[in-house]
């Protein structure tokens, strides 16, 4: 059939243009535009079929010069609206709709699928299940526009020409172009932008409801029947199943949001419409009809599509709420007082501002802002030490160490770690090509000379086989980074590092809490470090800790760390030149308050993790932060890595979420690849050498990792990276 489909660019039209068109009808759209520029963040563009844009009040008889059929959608499409002007709601809902039948039947037309409502029924008896032959009762100038135009088409009817009414239950689910001003909607998006599953009335009244699809299906079904089983007839449109107290659908929202739940606006009342319907008429004339869709399985739909794409104001905001939308139109002087246009109609579509999530960032509570602040007071002469004391108390603690030594950051702790074992000028000291340049610099400032071997490609640490292939009588030592809070193969590494007699340096700047095997991040090598920059798991804004069981070491790295003085020394006496890397009391104050809630912060990385694999399962040639058997990952960045045959770059990835709103970090580069150590010998030949670093890098992009990561902000990120994906495939395909 040829069909003219009025109300085409809203919320039914949108979803009800892909439906007839996937049934093989060739559909033409008409609408006035009001509500084109209201697209759903992160859905693809409405499929576009040939449209006449033209208010329904302005239709004439060559316009529908050789359709078959209408279905006619366009209306004021709900009770706010309607009583925006009951007036403008009669002449556009009702004597526009009967204008528009007739026009058509005078050109041709056979058929007319008319949407209707079950709010006709307005209050009904909650006790009855009320059918097409119930008593209408319409409480709202909407609900009588379409009691009025079902009666002005049945007069039209005849062997011609086909009315069929569709008096369809309350409407959710997702579309190209939302709307939150239809109940299951708008509680999900109060659930994801909130946190509250808010009820504005007492939800002590009934609907029904129907799944924008289904209801487009029935159409279809509809325009395929035989005309006498339709002729002028009122089908109920939506499942008995499906008639819900109000309060039951805020129960069935507030399931499929975890974290959320049910609240009652102050002073809610009753709301008078209420009404339990019976579909079975529908069911008996189109038993091969199956719905889709419930409430439930509706609602999870909508969470999936918008978690992280909404924001509060999209509960009241004219790009969801068509009242407002209306408002802002005639507020702006675009429309007139007749809801016709005044200017050119809009097409750009509303955007809503949405806040940029950082890559990472720190949580911290009244407890450290309390603790810092006593530091700031009392950490001073006699007490000065005292916080420090405590915190690497704690640190050794965590780590079973002997030894734990606060420092001004993580490359001090590197940098005393080597100086104290005596490595310098003429030494070797492996390290891995993927890190932060932090691990190697110290190796150079230190005169000896870095060796960068490959990384495993599973873990993507140090792998042991290129660290067995690197050692040479000159190599003393081996940095080997946890990265991203994954722990290498320690059991193959110390046994070649014992082997060879070189000296194990565990970088654990990334990977507190982590464990491998049940043995902690910072319990292996000779000495082991941290990181407590203010993107890292524990912060203390910036600091850095060192930890050994090795009593000689402790005592040289706390001598080097303070001008070279000995502990014994007298007053402003140095033995030799040293450094000044000592931590502050108030960053030790603070380095406390977050050591009591590491189980915490442990707990919501990897709660972060979660969320991300959860929204991001199934995503071709996508792979995430490995944790096998034997290693308990903190995940301090949740990092993707993808297929490099999907052909996309990290820049590229990290350039199209940044225009999103969302900042990354790249996966780390190869430290031979950078120019800062080009110039060192194994940097020659090393992109042969060390071939997973290579491969990986290119391809590997961190997410935002910091604690403001909610579920619903992983959600976004996910969606912004598979609908990157999903472009560059089309792009390519």
């Known amino acids: 059939m040829k069909i003219l489909l009025t109300g085409h660019a809203g919320y039914v039209g949108t979803v009800a243009t892909g439906v007839l068109t996937e049934a093989g ?37 060559e316009d529908l010069a050789g359709f078959d059929a209408v279905v006619h959608l366009a209306a004021l499409s709900n009770d706010p609206m309607g009583d925006l002007a009951p007036e403008l709601t009669a002449a556009i809902n009702r004597d526009a709709t009967i204008a528009l039948a007739r026009i058509a039947k005078a050109a041709g037309v056979t058929r007319f699928v008319f949407a209707s409502s079950c709010s006709i029924y307005g209050a009904g008896n909650p006790d009855l299940l009320l059918d097409e032959s119930a008593p209408v009762n319409p409480l709202t100038a909407y609900a009588s526009s379409k009691v009025e135009s079902e009666a002005g088409l049945l007069a039209l009817a005849d062997d011609g020409f086909v009315p069929t009414f569709m008096r369809n239950a309350t409407c959710y689910g997702l579309s190209p172009r939302l709307r939150t001003d239809l109940v299951l909607n708008n509680l999900v998006v109060s659930a994801l932008s909130t946190g509250e599953v808010k009820l504005l009335s007492s939800g002590l009244s009934w609907r029904p409801l129907l799944h924008v699809r289904d209801l487009a299906r029935a159409a279809a079904a509809i325009l395929a029947a ?128 949405r806040e940029r999530v950082p890559v990472a960032g720190p949580s911290i509570t009244q407890r450290e802002v309390d603790l810092t602040a006593e530091a700031a007071r009392h950490a001073w002469f006699e007490n000065h030490a005292k916080y420090n004391q405590r915190f690497e108390a704690m640190v050794a603690e965590q780590t079973g160490r002997k030894h734990a030594i606060s420092l001004a950051h993580c490359t001090s702790a590197i940098h005393l770690a080597l100086a104290g074992l005596g490595i310098g ?86 990977a507190i809490g982590s464990r491998f095997r049940d043995k902690p991040a910072g319990a292996f090598g000779r000495a082991s470090v941290f990181s407590f920059h203010g993107s890292k798991t524990v912060t203390t804004g910036e600091g850095g800790m060192l930890v050994t069981d090795d009593d000689a070491l402790a005592e040289r790295v706390n001598i080097l760390r303070d001008q070279g003085r000995h502990p014994t020394s007298r007053a402003l006496v140095t033995e030799e030149v040293g450094f000044k890397y000592r931590m502050s009391a108030m960053q030790a104050a603070m380095g406390i308050a977050q050591m009591e809630r590491l189980d915490d912060l442990i707990a919501m990385k990897r709660d972060i993790f979660h969320f991300y694999a959860e929204a991001l399962e199934g995503t071709p040639g996508l792979t995430l932060n490995a944790e096998p058997p034997h290693v308990f990952n903190t995940y301090w960045m949740v990092t993707a890595v993808l297929d490099p045959k999907l052909g996309l770059l990290k820049q590229q990835v990290a350039a199209e979420l940044g225009a999103e709103g969302i900042d990354t970090r790249p996966f780390f580069y190869p430290l031979s690849w950078q120019p800062a150590f080009r110039n060192q010998p194994s940097a020659a030949g090393a992109s042969a050498r060390n071939p997973n670093a290579y491969a990986i890098s290119p391809t590997g992009i961190n997410l935002p990792s910091g604690y403001n990561v909610t579920r619903d902000v992983a959600g976004r990120v996910a969606r912004s990276l598979k609908s990157i994906l999903a472009r560059h495939a089309r792009r390519v395909a």
């Open 25 to 61: 009808h060739e559909v033409i759209g008409l609408d006035t535009g009001y509500f084109v520029p209201c697209h759903t963040e992160g859905l693809e563009p409405v499929d576009p079929v040939r449209t006449i844009a033209k208010d329904v009040r302005d239709i004439t008889a």
């Open 226 to 353: 035989d005309p006498a089983t339709v002729r002028g007839e009122a089908f109920n449109i939506g499942q008995n199943s499906e008639n819900h107290l109000v309060r039951d659908i805020a129960t069935i929202v507030a399931e499929a949001v975890p974290g959320s739940r049910v609240t009652f606006a102050e002073g809610n009342t009753i709301d008078p419409r209420s009404y339990r319907v019976d579909f079975g008429k529908f069911a008996a004339a189109f038993p091969d009809f199956r719905f889709l869709h419930t409430a439930a399985s509706g609602a999870k739909e909508l969470v999936a599509a918008l978690a992280g794409r909404t924001t509060a104001d999209d509960l009241s905001g004219q790009r969801y709420v068509r009242l407002a939308r209306l408002k802002s139109l005639m507020a702006s002087e675009k429309l007139g007082g007749d809801l016709t246009w005044r200017t050119a109609r809009e097409t750009t579509p509303l955007t809503v501002k």
């Open 425 to 510: 000028p003429g030494d070797e000291v492996i390290v891995p090509e993927c890190t932060w340049v932090a691990t190697a610099s110290p190796v150079v400032q230190i005169g000896a000379t870095p060796v960068f071997v490959d990384i495993d490609p599973v873990s993507w640490c140090m792998s042991p086989a290129s660290l067995a292939a690197a050692i040479t009588p000159k190599t003393k030592a081996a940095i080997v980074v946890d990265l991203y809070g994954g722990m290498p193969d320690w059991a193959r590494l110390e046994t070649i590092a014992r082997d060879a007699g070189i000296i194990l340096i565990e970088d654990a700047a990334e």
